[in-house]
């Protein structure tokens, strides 16, 4: 299939394959599928990857990697059959693991017919650079039925953009409130040093006890 361009698929149990060729310093690429209503994903539940492999109605599954020859093969099944009546879109997509999609030589995208074993759509991705997500294809409802489109949009943001852009909520890194900043330290004044102390002479003693005033009436002491 040439980018842009479209075909109808049958309404039933599909198995879509992400591959490409390995090889040494190929990045590794996985594949996920987003469930949407009027353009956005109506909870998270709707994306469906390697964390979060099956969707609740189990119409999409991630079914995980396998190796044939020189290929790795990450596998997704949509039954179309079980999809519920206000999913309009599920869009399939990949990410690169530490690298570009450019390091990844290749890439293609098929939809085969399990029962048959018909494949019913193939994409092989264009030559891509810095991009670190693709969105590859999309089914979509079409006059009572479903269509395969070919996409091949690219992302430089990865797998967290866009899922962003279809309504995932991504968590923020929390981080801790700063610290106040301490308080100056109180400067406490010193205290003024105490006055020196001043010599006061003592008052005279009398020269003699003939010298010393006689004390007063009541206590002289008389005979009885």
Do not use: C
């Not at 609740?56 to 599954?61: H, N």
């Not at 079409?142 to 943001?157: C, I, L, N, P, T």
């Not at 990865?158 to 109180?186: K, R």
């Amino acid at each position: 299939m040439a980018k842009g361009s479209n075909t109808p698929v049958p309404a039933t149990a599909l198995r879509v394959e992400l591959g490409r060729r390995q090889g040494p310093g190929v990045s590794d690429a996985d594949s996920s599928a987003l469930l949407l209503a009027a353009g956005k994903v109506r909870t998270d539940a709707d994306f469906v990857f390697y964390n979060q492999p099956a969707h609740p109605s189990g119409a999409v599954r991630h079914e995980g990697k396998r190796t044939e020859s020189a290929l790795v093969v990450d596998t997704l099944t949509v039954d179309l059959a079980r999809v519920e009546g206000a999913i309009e879109r599920i869009v399939l997509a990949a990410s690169a693991d530490g690298g570009t999609f450019g390091q990844v030589p290749d890439l293609y995208i098929e939809v085969t017919d399990p029962a048959s074993g018909q494949v019913v759509a193939r994409f092989d991705s264009p030559g891509a650079t810095v991009e670190t997500a693709f969105l590859l294809g999309e089914f979509y409802r079409r006059q009572g039925g479903w269509r395969f489109r070919a996409v091949g949009q690219g992302y430089d943001s990865g797998l967290e953009g866009l899922a962003t852009e279809f309504g995932i909520t991504v968590d923020e890194p929390q981080h801790a409130a700063p610290l106040p900043a301490p308080a100056p330290p109180t400067v406490v004044p010193p205290s003024p040093a105490p006055a020196p102390l001043t010599d006061v002479p003592p008052p005279p003693a009398p020269a003699s006890l003939a010298d010393a005033p006689p004390p007063p009436a009541w206590a002289r002491v008389t005979d009885v």
